[in-house]
């Protein structure tokens, strides 16, 4: 009998656990979090602080993001600017609803020009989009447009997605 009631005393903290995860808030951006381009991991969600903003058309709709920022960092072997990632709003992980976020890494871009993706998260308006497609770096690697396709493990979704960014 002890063990039963151990057995029990275990599961059910650990449904409290799990249910306290996957009911919490998301974070917010202070004005000294989006002054530092900070970035809050707390499960499940991704927020991203800063002066970046992104526009999604989807559906004929168009959906503005704001908030987060671009990881432009100085190439180790170059003089020159390195641009690996752009993350703005709030992305948000399965079980949660999706949030109103772009992210666009592995982009290893030092000039202007196509880089090619394979992967990247949208999400908006309950939508959460895996996709891969082009991002378009426009001068000085603060701003640019891209243009993706949604994708799962079995090939492309038919979901087209086309933005723009800017840093800030």
């Not at 526009?55 to 432009?72: A, E, F, Q, S």
């Not at 948000?92 to 998260?121: K, N, Y």
């Not at 493990?153 to 979901?159: I, L, N, Q, R």
Request: charged share 20%.
């Amino acid at each position: 009998m002890p063990g039963l009631l151990a057995t029990c005393v275990s599961v059910l903290l650990l449904t409290a656990w799990t249910t306290e995860a996957a009911s919490s808030t998301p974070p917010r951006c202070t004005v000294g979090d989006t002054r530092r381009n900070a970035t809050h991991f707390e499960a499940p969600y991704s927020r991203f602080c800063g002066p970046a903003r992104g526009v999604v058309y989807l559906d004929g709709k168009t959906y503005t993001i704001r908030g987060g920022h671009c990881n432009p960092r100085q190439s180790p072997r170059k003089k020159r600017r390195l641009l690996t990632d752009i993350t703005i709003g709030l992305i948000a992980d399965e079980p949660a609803a999706p949030g109103r976020g772009i992210w666009l890494p592995h982009l290893q871009a030092t000039r202007p020009g196509p880089v090619q993706i394979d992967d990247s998260e949208i999400e908006m308006a309950g939508t959460r989009v895996a996709a891969s497609g082009t991002v378009l770096i426009g001068t000085g690697l603060k701003s640019g447009s891209f243009f993706l396709y949604g994708r799962d493990a079995s090939g492309p979704t038919g979901v087209t997605l086309v933005g723009t960014w800017t840093c800030g």
